[in-house]
């Protein structure tokens, strides 16, 4: 397998390691790091190599071709093409500041293969138009492997998603690359793909396997990650297992109420000071058990109790607990629920929203109207602080599906009539009542009645006895628990309302959380209004 040979060899980008001698830990020698990596399933490996003398680089690239050919892996070399040449390599990869594209593909042999370090749309559409082979789409994080201080060098997951629509059509594969690590490649994995399902074909990793003690470990359990995710056919969305109708929805929804009585799930809130008292009093009264923590030091041990996850930053406080405690939560397959409460109100709640969805995967989106558009960067809905402004969106069905497509979670757009999708089916839910909108967090109640139904659905799948899959994010069904969080508060406010007791908003909070509590399974069949549009 060399650039000599007559066919292109083909390349599983699944597990692309990177070579940094730089990173290796005391006592390990490059070579066997290298051979105990290959044993554990890198299937590509790229010698990188920045500061060596040319000498040195050449005999390290023969040292690497010749362990990796032991295992018909195939090795492609940083940069240099005259290393690539001299060593016998398969191939190079190319960074926007090395050698440009075309003048590479005139000097290698045509079964070369050549991959392109991409940043941005241009960057993807030019490799496309020169025919790479591949595409190392990043960074995904920041790193200390590389230098991405420059600004647009770190597109996060979004900006990748984006490249990846790019590449719709073609057959051109990528892998992703920076700041890679088991903790987040699921993730990563789940998160990187486009509207329309288009994943990735691998990940790169550099210091995950190079500055391991295991290095063999390392790769394996990489491998086993990449390997499961790919086994599962690509959809736009997971999470979710569609039921057949609206009355499928309604009784899976008195089941769940149900559910939560009985397993009295762990609603882990981190959310605004407003609405601490009345969110906690709402888990309470469904039957969960809430619990109010946002120190990062925290996370890891409250991720481990089975439940869910509420992440509101309403004030925009704790961002450093946000990030670990839904890391932590990714990392232990709790569901997490996100409200970006006002989002669109300024700057830093954009950049913040952006910074959270780039560094762990939600199982549900909530917002209004103004909320929504501004995750979904759309202009249709204005923000008035955490308010909607304006008459909504002329089609929220079509708003909420192409959201949960490109986030990869269910959606919910709360209003006058709620809308719920997992990218595939929309569910509206039309109970309710007005006086829901002259209270203070009714919404931010709304997010953690979802949260505990999503939490108590988890624990059911838990309970299922089932091989575990390391490159799912969440077990079991999670649309049928926002449906339920949905109706749970909506028709507890048409109940409370109706109440001759209460005369207004301040007699109506009380109320309210009374038949939260009082909500039975029949309750919610017979008064449930909802109806179910597939694709």
Known sequence: MTVTSQAKPHVDYSVYLVTGRELLPRGKTYTECLEEALKGGVTVVQVREKTAETGEFLSIARQTIE??????????????????????ADGIHVGQTDMPLAEARKL??????????????????????????????GSIFPTNTKDVTEPGRIPGISGTQDMLAVLEGTTIQSVAIGGIKIDNLARVLHG??????????????????????EPRI???????????????PRRPVSFTTPLSSAVAYVRRSAELLELVRTLSPLVHQITNNVVKTQSANATLALGGSPIMAAAAEEQVDLARIP?????????????????????????????????????GATAHRRATATRLLDAWQATVIKGNAAEIGAVAKLEEVASKGVDSV????????????????????IVILSGHIDYISDGDTVIQVSNGHPLLSQITGSGCMLGTTVATFCGAASMEAEKEPSETDPGTLVKGDMLSPAVAGVLALTIASERAAARDTVLGPGSFLPALIDELSLLTPDTIESSAKITVNTL
């Not at 946000?322 to 409200?339: S, T």
Request: glycine share 12%; proline share 5%.
């Open 67 to 88: 362990i990796c050919r032991r295992y018909n892996v195939p090795v492609l070399i940083n940069d240099r093409i005259d290393i690539a040449l001299a060593s016998g």
């Open 108 to 137: 290698l042999p045509p079964n070369a293969i050549i991959g392109v370090s991409c940043n941005n749309i241009e960057h993807v559409k030019a490799a496309i138009a020169g025919g790479a082979d591949y595409l190392g789409l």
């Open 307 to 343: 439940g869910g996850l509420l992440i509101n930053f309403g004030t925009v406080e704790d961002v450093g607990g946000m990030l670990a405690a839904g890391r932590e939560a990714n990392k232990n397959r709790k569901p997490i629920v996100f409200d970006p409460v006002g989002v």
């Open 218 to 232: 390392a790769a394996e359990r990489l491998a086993k990650t990449c390997s499961s995710w790919k086994s599962v």
């Open 192 to 213: 990187c793909s486009s509207p329309n399902g288009h994943g990735l074909d691998g990940i790169a990793v550099v210091s995950e396997i190079m500055a391991s003690p």
């Open 390 to 409: 304006g008459s909504g969106f002329k089609d929220p069905a079509t708003v909420v599906r192409t959201l949960a497509r490109k986030q990869r979670c």
